[in-house]
């Protein structure tokens, strides 16, 4: 199983960017399926977007679509989530989740392996 810990949230204004980064150790991270995920106060948690093992597939919730970019570094165990023209509704705390398999699903149940999370919040 791998492990996971995220970092670069914080506090941005609306309109702002923020980059989260997603460190992974332990067995062999090329093989995995990444995802990030993210969960409101008082909703599910849902997900935003998942890249596969390579980098060449990457898949995004329609609420993200064309403002935030997934991407990973196989050398350095690395995803991230390029966060743009950030808005309030992107609040909430972000998880970092890992599976393998060659499909990519979306599901939150389909992720073995979950950071701590982070927040990010968006003034208004």
């Known amino acids: 199983q791998v492990q996971l810990v995220e970092s670069g949230g914080g506090l941005v204004q609306t309109g702002g960017s923020l980059r989260l980064s997603c460190a992974a150790s332990?067995?062999?991270?090329?093989?995995?399926?990444m995802g990030w995920f993210r969960q409101a106060p008082g909703k599910e948690r849902e997900f935003v977007a998942t890249?596969?093992?390579?980098?060449?597939?990457?898949i995004y919730a329609d609420s993200v679509k064309g403002r935030f970019t997934i991407s990973r570094d196989n050398g350095k165990r690395l995803v991230y989530l390029q966060m743009s023209g950030l808005k309030p509704e992107d609040t909430a705390i972000y998880y970092c989740?890992?599976?393998?398999?060659?499909?990519?699903?979306?599901?939150?149940?389909?992720?073995?392996?979950w950071g701590q999370g982070i927040q990010v919040t968006v003034s208004s």
């Open positions: 890249i596969n093992w390579s980098g060449e597939t990457t």
């Open positions: 989740a890992a599976r393998m398999g060659l499909d990519m699903p979306t599901m939150t149940s389909a992720f073995r392996s």
């Open positions: 332990g067995r062999i991270f090329s093989g995995y399926n």
